[in-house]
Every structure is written in structure tokens, then in C-alpha cells.
């Protein structure tokens, strides 16, 4: 088994920036593949606790995310329509859990509980014996829904193809603490992506990463995008990166963080070009903000 850290707590980061752009291009990919009747599964490699409280002592201690989604929470209104349209997925979620103000933040297995549909699937891997505990708990009785206490990227390979031949799979390790655990962590994420190409090439899969060092980014994101378009035979135009920064990529703390999608739903990256400037505006911490949206084939 892959050694774990357990000194990562999501709590201190949930609704912070890395989580907006995430869980917004997550919640346009569930929005896409509602548009068709067949049913589809969600497969979730590091599913986390599920949802969190931000007045509980981790988000009190590190409120992160008062500069995440708690400033769209207050702009989204005045925001254009089309911005509007590409976060309504999003916040449609958070808003149906937090009717009077904004005390809770969906983890992405909320998010796939309430955006599902009930002929659909969820399957959540959870290493953490506490972790995963909180899971059920947040998940409550729900027969779509089927959670383990293993390592997802170990676990991945059995789950694909799906039975339903339609689906989405979030691939999206904690990028513990220190710089050899980072650049283990995207080694597993190719290691799982080319194992899972190779069974599921039609499958929409999402990777995120942080960016804090550029060159361990931009080698993955290579890697990724030729194994995807060599050996999954995935349409270029189809691998889409989308990326936010909320200051000047540099040394130290996190800067930036995005999502690399292969098989990428129709009509995302337009829902996606149109929210992530006005994203990274809103959350700009210090100079140098910017946001990027690209394929291997064309840049924005």
C-alpha cells in the first residue's frame, strides 16, 4: 500500500480558491452528462470527509476560505450572466445546503451525491479509517453510493471500465506537505492515468494539481496531454487545462492551482472561459493574478 500522510486536513482549505476552480469545472462536467438519460457512475480516488463546516475550528483557524468561495458567495450576484450561467451548477449546491447564510462547503462526493441522478452511481475511496468515517456519516443512507477504505490510486483499475459506459472520475490526491511527497504524488497521478486510458479511454477523468512549482507542473501536464492523445487516442481539442493563480507564481506559498480534463464535455471550456477571469479577479491576493484556459492544440 502507499504510504500516507495523515498530517493533511482538508478542513483548513476547504472553499479556498483551489477548491472553487475544482469543484466549478466539476459541476459543469456532472451538469454535461445530465443531459443525457443513460445513466453514468463517479468514481472519486481521494473523496475526503464530504462536506465541511466553516465555522468548525480547522476553518476558523485557516479561513481560506473567506477569500474563496466566500467572496463569490457575495459578488456572484452583480457578476455578468454568462459568469452566472458557468457557476450556477456550482452554487446551486451550495446554496440547497446553507439556506441561511454560507456555514457549510461541499467536498466533491456532495457535490456528486446532489448532482447524480438516481439511476446513477458513486464510488468513493477513502483511505483514512476517521476520514472516511465523517464520509458516511455525510453521505447518510444512500443506495447509489458505495464508499472503501483504500488507496484510490491502487483502487482505480477495478472500477473501469464502469458497467454503465458513462462517466466522470476525479483523480485528486491532498499534495501532502514537502517537495518529495508533491512530485510523488503527480507520479501516481500518471502512473493511474495510463493504467486507466488503457481500460476506459472514454471516460471523463479530471486531474488536479497544484502550482506552486512550475516545472513539476508543466512536465506532468506534458506527460498527461501525449499519454492521453497517444494512447488513449483522445481528441487534442478534447484535453483542456484550466488554471488559477491569485498571485505571482514564485517560491513559497501556494499561488495557483487548475485542473487538466481529458474527454472534456461539450460546453465546458466555453462555461469555463467565461467564469475564470472574473474568478480570478475576484480572488486576486497580490499582484501577478491571471488564469489560463488551453488545449494541447490551441492556447487562449
Known amino acids: ?33 445530465n443531459q443525457k438519460a443513460a445513466p453514468y457512475r463517479y468514481i472519486d480516488t481521494h473523496a475526503g470527509i464530504g462536506m465541511y463546516d466553516l465555522e468548525g475550528d480547522e476553518a476558523e483557524r485557516s479561513p481560506e476560505w473567506k477569500d474563496g468561495v466566500g467572496r463569490v458567495w ?17 452554487l446551486n449546491v451550495i446554496r440547497g ?38 464520509l458516511r456519516e455525510a453521505m447518510g443512507r444512500d443506495k447509489r453510493v458505495k464508499i ?52 476506459w479511454p ?33 481528441e487534442p481539442a478534447k484535453v483542456l487545462v484550466a488554471d488559477l493563480w491569485v498571485r505571482a507564481i514564485g517560491e513559497g506559498k501556494l499561488a495557483g492551482a487548475g485542473i487538466v480534463i481529458a474527454n472534456a464535455p461539450f460546453g465546458v471550456a466555453e462555461h469555463l472561459r467565461a467564469a475564470l477571469p472574473w474568478l480570478a479577479q475576484l480572488m486576486s491576493q497580490g499582484e501577478g493574478a491571471g488564469w489560463r484556459l488551453e488545449t494541447p492544440a490551441a492556447e487562449s
Not at 23 to 32: N, P, S
Not at 74 to 90: F, K, S, Y
Open 1 to 33: 500500500m502507499r504510504e500516507s500522510n495523515l498530517n493533511y486536513r482538508h478542513a483548513f482549505h476547504a472553499g479556498n480558491f483551489a477548491d472553487v476552480v475544482k469543484h466549478v469545472a466539476l459541476a459543469l462536467c456532472f451538469d454535461r452528462l
Open 74 to 90: 457575495e459578488a456572484e450576484r452583480g457578476a455578468p450572466q454568462d459568469v452566472r450561467n458557468a457557476l450556477a451548477p456550482w
Open 97 to 134: 445546503m446553507n439556506a441561511g447564510g454560507l456555514k457549510h462547503y461541499p467536498g466533491s462526493p456532495f457535490i456528486a451525491q446532489r448532482m447524480t441522478r438516481e439511476d446513477d452511481a458513486v464510488r468513493l475511496c477513502e483511505l483514512h479509517e476517521a476520514s472516511g468515517a465523517l
Open 148 to 199: 472503501e477504505q483504500r488507496d484510490g490510486f491502487e483502487a482505480l483499475p477495478a472500477y473501469l471500465p464502469p458497467p454503465e459506459r458513462r462517466g466522470l472520475v476525479l483523480i485528486d490526491p491532498p499534495f501532502e506537505v514537502g517537495t518529495t511527497t508533491r512530485k510523488a504524488d503527480f507520479d501516481w497521478m500518471l502512473k493511474a492515468a495510463r493504467g486507466a486510458i488503457k481500460r
Open 202 to 234: 472514454q471516460g471523463t477523468y479530471i486531474y488536479w494539481r497544484p502550482i506552486k512549482d512550475v516545472a513539476h507542473v508543466e512536465a506532468f501536464d506534458g506527460e498527461l496531454a501525449s499519454m492521453l492523445i497517444e494512447d488513449g487516442g483522445i
